[in-house]
């Protein structure tokens, strides 16, 4: 498929930072959609799942929208989905910070940092992002680079073969993942200055191979 003709959809779970993360498709020239419903999903080639908030209510909405079956829809035909932050815990099968099960993409959980010495929770800032496997999302970004963070959780994969980056902040931090067609990162992309646009623009150049 052409860049011309790929559509990205960023879902809209109403706790995500859809305006940063449009501006870095518009700032590559790629086509986008606003995911509201379960409808709107039907002409788009890649999903972006972005998130800032809670776990639970982000959960609710795509509950009750009808999104979270949709999402499992085309897991099954395997669309691409870049996880963002909390969007990257949504792919989970359960989170410590709330009730509600996850989308179960992903098999393991995500649980609170642990708080050692004198450390702040949440995790905020720029950190460096160590490379664990070579890897469609960090093509051409060397080791060591440091992306910007913001979260209290931390995700667990049962599988450890399919984190892609790792992250120090007390303890080891899983910083991204890759499996299949699933795709996500605990940083902001949108957030990261060149480099996080990098890593749009590898997700996208992807899709299109």
């Known amino acids: 498929m052409s860049f011309e003709k790929l559509i990205l959809g960023i879902v809209n779970h109403r706790y995500a930072n859809i305006h940063s993360v449009r501006k870095a498709l518009e700032y590559l020239n790629c086509n986008y959609i606003e995911i509201n419903n379960s409808s ?29 079956e949709s999402l499992l829809e085309i897991n099954k035909k395997n669309i691409p989905i870049l996880g963002i932050c909390l969007g990257m815990q949504l792919l989970f099968e359960r989170s ?38 070579k890897n469609n999302l960090f093509k051409g970004i060397k080791n060591k680079t440091f992306f910007y963070y913001v979260h209290s959780y931390e995700c667990k994969p049962k599988y450890k073969e399919i984190v892609s980056s ?5 303890n080891e931090i899983c910083s991204s993942i890759e499996y299949k067609n699933i795709f996500a990162t605990q940083f902001h992309p949108e ?19």
Do not use: C
């Open 40 to 68: 709107d999903f039907k002409d788009v080639n890649a999903v972006i799942l972005p998130g800032v908030g809670a776990f639970d209510a982000a959960m609710q909405v795509l509950n009750d929208s009808g999104m979270t």
């Open 96 to 133: 410590e910070e709330g009730t509600e099960k996850g989308l179960g993409l992903i098999e393991g959980e995500v649980e609170k940092i642990v708080q050692l010495n004198d450390l702040k929770i949440p995790h905020m800032g720029w950190n460096e992002t160590y490379l664990s496997k």
């Open 166 to 170: 790792y992250s120090f902040y007390g």
């Open 191 to 209: 957030k990261s200055g060149e480099n996080g646009i990098k890593i749009y623009k590898n997700f996208i150049e992807h899709i299109t191979l």
